[in-house]
């Protein structure tokens, strides 16, 4: 049957996430990207802080739109994705597309406008400004004072950012390909970007416990990680921008 004249076909939009030790932060991550997405997918890289029960629960009180999949007890890589992609893309139509929802990130506003217009240009991925916000001096001042309330979102939190480089965040299902060599973002073959990007809130340092952990958990796997300290990856307020 035909579709009258002026029909707005509804995105589906499926998310995709590896996390590992960020209990502080998954819940409001995962709950922000069930706004967008039909359904949220997570992949457990061997968490001990509680990360992978929140996710559990999460599963049980959504009726399985946030999705505990599995646990990877090994060192990450960046293969898992596609793991977890090959697993169910052959589930999903050609028409829906994929967002690559990390448990630190928070897209600034709805993507599926973004995505229609990206398919009717004949495009396959979408890529981010990522808007790196920082822990501060300032923030470590409010930290040591104990005026810190880590019982606010980490969006109100943390007020001080970067923006200067982009990354893809969203690419298209294929159900007849799989994600290719294992690397990577997103499958090698969505190679037709966007000319045009979305905005991404990333917090990837929140309190000085979370990133003493997060250094020692990347140190040795991940090349730009050489801090030993916290303190090395704390920034000056002076040069970054306030989000109020």
């Not at 037709?192 to 000085?208: E, G, I, K, S």
Request: hydrophobic share 35%; charged share 30%; proline share 6%.
């Amino acid at each position: 049957r035909s579709q009258p004249v002026g029909t707005v076909h509804p995105v589906r939009l499926f998310g995709l996430g590896i996390v590992k030790n960020e209990v502080d932060v998954i819940e409001q991550s995962a709950r922000h990207a069930l706004r967008f997405c039909d359904r949220v997918l997570y992949l457990d890289n061997g968490s001990d802080d509680g990360t992978w029960e929140v996710l559990c629960e999460l599963q049980a009180e959504t009726g399985g739109r946030i999705q505990a999949v599995d646990r990877h007890l090994g060192p990450f890589h960046d293969g898992l994705r596609g793991l977890l992609y090959d697993d169910v893309r052959g589930t999903l139509g050609p028409d829906d597309w994929w967002l690559q929802a990390d448990a630190d990130e928070f897209l600034e506003a709805d993507p599926r406008p973004a995505i229609r217009r990206a398919a009717a240009l004949g495009r396959n991925r979408i890529r981010t400004w990522q808007v790196q916000f920082a822990f501060t001096d300032r923030d470590l001042e409010a930290w040591e004072a104990g005026r810190e309330d880590t019982s606010l979102p980490i969006q109100e939190r943390r007020r001080w950012y970067r923006a200067d480089w982009m990354e893809s965040r969203l690419w298209r299902n294929d159900p007849n390909r799989p994600w290719g060599d294992g690397t990577g973002t997103h499958p090698g073959w969505a190679d037709r970007p966007a000319p045009f990007a979305l905005v991404n809130r990333h917090y990837q340092h929140r309190d000085p416990d979370q990133m003493q952990r997060r250094i020692e958990a990347r140190r040795g796997v991940f090349p730009h990680v050489t801090a030993d300290s916290w303190r090395q990856a704390a920034r000056q307020s002076n040069g970054q921008g306030s989000a109020r």
